[in-house]
């Protein structure tokens, strides 16, 4: 935020204070009554081998950051193994964090993100907040003079997640079942209900300024994939790739699919906007039951938000979303609505983006979350992709990254503005995503995540 920002903010303010002191009519008022709310997905790469490792990086203070960066930064190669492997984690959490306090988002769904696989233990949260959002970050990344403004989330919550759960069946057909001994493996996350070496890699949390209502929080993590409107056992090479018993009790979410309702306080009242997250499994890395159970995981929110179906949730409440509530759909979802773009049913999220039920402004329209840093990214590749400037995950496919997350509003909301946060070369705020001082190649996970944060702006 500029300083005549900040004036004009401050002076708007004392206008109120001073309208509200003498008693004048609303009308004189009406130019500072505004909310606008902005919503906003990022998957962070926060991906690590445990749960603990996560915590113990968010609970380094600003100090302890600041040593382990510089030694890094003067000569990494002389750190003992340990402290290097700390520092580039350190550097990483820092980049995301930077990029958070120059976007600014009101709500913030944050991938990969993991837990305790409950979603109780919210220690790597507060450890987040505490130790870099609440800390000025800098828009140079590593070394660079702290300019950034901190940011305060009140409210955050975890959730429960699939990933890691093991099922006790053999859910990839290797002929092995997994036990609680491979944990740490791919075995073990390959027969989990969702991918994960250990129960909560992967997760997903929300961060908040406004009040998330938990009570009337809707979790799906135990809703069945057979349970989806026409759904069907993957038929792959003529075989089904679930024994009976399996395709029982096989869940639709490789992690968790949440509606979160947030309390947004306006003049006219409180208005609430149903957070819809979830985080698809990428529609690759098996033989193709992936690719099936991609699309289902994106059919639920088009199925929840269509009233198509009556929906069972963990608490067993039944019903789909009401008719004309507000809502965004926000997650990686490992899905692009381009035609031929990336591996999976792009035809499924193309439906999705098409159905009148969402902001068509946003999905087929100017407001179509885009970027400089994506068109430079796909120029550099010579990507096929058709809209290069909508790419926001740095994928190895024919078209150098896909459209892989997705803020999605429904067409109730007054959508004003929206964006995906990834500079250009030439742009500030570069060295957030492209830094050759720091890990193997200063791209991607190396310096901040493989993913783009997509927002949009609601106004009321």
């Not at 699919?257 to 990428?282: F, Q």
């Not at 039944?318 to 490992?334: P, R, S």
């Not at 009148?356 to 096929?384: C, F, K």
């Amino acid at each position: 935020m500029g300083h005549n920002m900040k004036l004009l903010k401050t002076a708007a303010a004392i206008a109120v204070g001073v309208a509200l002191l003498t008693g004048c009519n609303d009308d004189d008022v009406k130019y500072v009554d505004h909310t606008e709310v902005k919503i906003a997905t990022y998957n962070l790469s926060f991906d690590r081998n445990t749960f603990e490792e996560l915590v113990a990086e968010m609970a380094l203070t600003s100090t302890e950051q600041a040593a382990l960066v510089a030694a890094y930064l003067e000569d990494r190669d002389a750190m003992d193994p340990a402290d290097k492997t700390t520092a580039e984690k350190v550097i990483q959490i820092r980049n995301v964090a930077a990029i958070i306090q120059k976007t600014r988002p009101d709500v913030l769904m944050m991938g990969e993100y993991n837990n305790d696989g409950t979603g109780e233990d919210l220690s790597a949260l507060k450890g987040f907040q505490e130790n870099y959002l609440s800390v000025a970050q800098s828009i140079d990344g590593a070394g660079g003079e702290a300019d950034l403004e901190p940011i305060e989330y009140p409210f955050a919550e975890s959730y429960g997640t699939n990933t890691g759960l093991l099922s006790g069946f053999d859910l990839n057909n290797d002929g092995y079942v997994a036990t609680e001994a491979d944990v740490g493996t791919n075995e073990y996350g390959n027969d989990s209900w969702g991918y994960g070496k250990y129960h909560g890699q992967y997760a997903f949390a929300l961060m908040s300024k406004y009040e998330i209502d938990t009570k009337n929080t809707r979790t799906f993590q135990k809703f069945k994939w057979k349970d989806l409107e026409g759904a069907e056992n993957p038929l792959l090479d003529g075989e089904n790739w679930y024994t009976d018993e399996e395709w029982q009790q096989m869940t639709l979410s490789s992690k968790n699919h949440v509606d979160a309702p947030i309390l947004v306080p306006t003049k006219d009242g409180t208005e609430t906007i149903h957070i819809l997250m979830s985080h698809p499994t990428p529609p690759v890395f098996d033989t193709g039951k992936n690719k099936l159970q991609n699309a289902a995981e994106v059919e639920f929110w088009h199925n929840y938000v269509t009233n198509a179906q009556d929906f069972y949730d963990d608490a067993g409440n039944k019903g789909a979303l009401t008719e004309g509530a507000h809502f965004v759909i926000v997650g990686d979802q490992n899905l692009d609505a381009a035609t031929g773009a990336g591996d999976g049913f792009t035809e499924v999220m193309a439906a999705l983006h098409a159905d009148p039920v969402v902001n068509q402004n946003v999905t087929n329209g100017d407001l179509y979350p885009t970027s400089y840093g994506a068109a430079e990214y796909a120029a550099d590749r010579s990507s096929a992709h058709p809209f290069p400037n909508r790419i926001t995950a740095e994928f190895h496919n024919p078209y150098g990254g896909i459209n892989a997350d997705h803020a999605i509003p429904s067409a109730s909301l007054n959508i004003v503005d929206s964006g995906v946060y990834w500079q250009a070369t030439y742009q500030e705020g570069r060295m957030l995503f492209n830094d050759l001082r720091i890990g193997k190649y200063g791209t991607g996970k190396d310096i901040s995540s493989d993913h783009r944060m997509v927002w949009v702006k609601a106004q009321f």
